[in-house]
């Protein structure tokens, strides 16, 4: 099991198109560039996804999020910076920003941006998005522990982002940026 405290390191790991294990506020999440085809491809193959389910994408801080920005109202992209005490991932409109092979089958994309301190350290780190998928093959339960993303994937992975996991009690709800409507809890 290959652990890195190193937020420099997990960054380089991913400019090179690796795949990271790390926690994010409730669980562990697998994360690459998103606009690396090949790394995104390899979390699909890993977790057993379909594409067209498209991907999470999630930053650190404010800045880290603006090409979406850009592109809504006022209204909404307060929604998008703002701080929330249920972690939250808005669906925000995209064909020109974020890839097909991200988006999946949507004309948008589901973005989150995290209060976690590891996440926000990886993201600055990184400088920009990374994507974020619950760290488990479909139909099993996300990791909890750096433990079980290794019992999932061995070294399937590039690194496990030694940090602490967040205190939220379930993954992020997921809402429309434009109509709040809630798709997941």
């Given at each position: 099991?290959h652990?890195v405290?190193?937020?420099?390191?997990l960054?380089?790991?991913i400019?090179?198109?690796?795949?990271i294990?790390?926690?994010?506020?409730?669980?562990?999440?697998l994360?690459?560039?998103?606009?690396?085809?090949n790394?995104?491809?390899?979390?699909?193959?890993?977790?057993?996804?379909?594409?067209?389910?498209?991907?999470i994408?999630?930053?650190?801080?404010?800045e880290?999020?603006?090409?979406?920005?850009?592109?809504?109202?006022?209204?909404?992209a307060?929604?998008?910076?703002s701080?929330?005490?249920?972690?939250?991932?808005?669906?925000?409109?995209?064909?020109?920003?974020?890839?097909?092979?991200?988006?999946?089958?949507?004309?948008?994309?589901?973005?989150?941006?995290?209060?976690?301190?590891?996440v926000?350290?990886?993201?600055?780190?990184?400088?920009?998005?990374i994507?974020?998928?619950s760290?488990?093959?479909?139909?099993?339960d996300?990791?909890?522990?750096?433990e079980?993303?290794?019992?999932?994937?061995?070294?399937?992975?590039?690194?496990?982002?030694?940090?602490?996991?967040?205190?939220?009690?379930k993954?992020?709800?997921?809402?429309?940026?434009?109509?709040?409507?809630?798709?997941?809890?």
């Open positions: 099991m652990l405290t190193s937020t420099t390191e960054a380089d790991i400019r090179k198109g690796g795949v294990a790390y926690p994010t506020e409730a669980v562990w999440g994360g690459c560039d998103p606009f690396n085809e790394a995104v491809r390899r979390i699909l193959t890993l977790k057993s996804r379909p594409e067209e389910k498209g991907l994408l999630i930053a650190g801080a404010q880290e999020l603006t090409p979406w920005l850009e592109t809504l109202d006022v209204h909404a307060q929604r998008l910076i701080i929330n005490d249920i972690p939250t991932s808005w669906v925000v409109p995209d064909t020109k920003i974020t890839p097909s092979w991200v988006r999946g089958e949507h004309q948008s994309v589901a973005i989150r941006l995290s209060q976690h301190d590891p926000k350290r990886l993201c600055a780190a990184f400088q920009g998005v994507v974020s998928t760290a488990n093959p479909a139909g099993l996300p990791a909890l522990s750096a079980e993303v290794h019992a999932y994937f061995g070294d399937q992975i590039d690194a496990i982002y030694h940090a602490p996991l967040g205190k939220a009690s993954p992020s709800q997921v809402r429309d940026i434009l109509t709040d409507k809630l798709f997941r809890v």
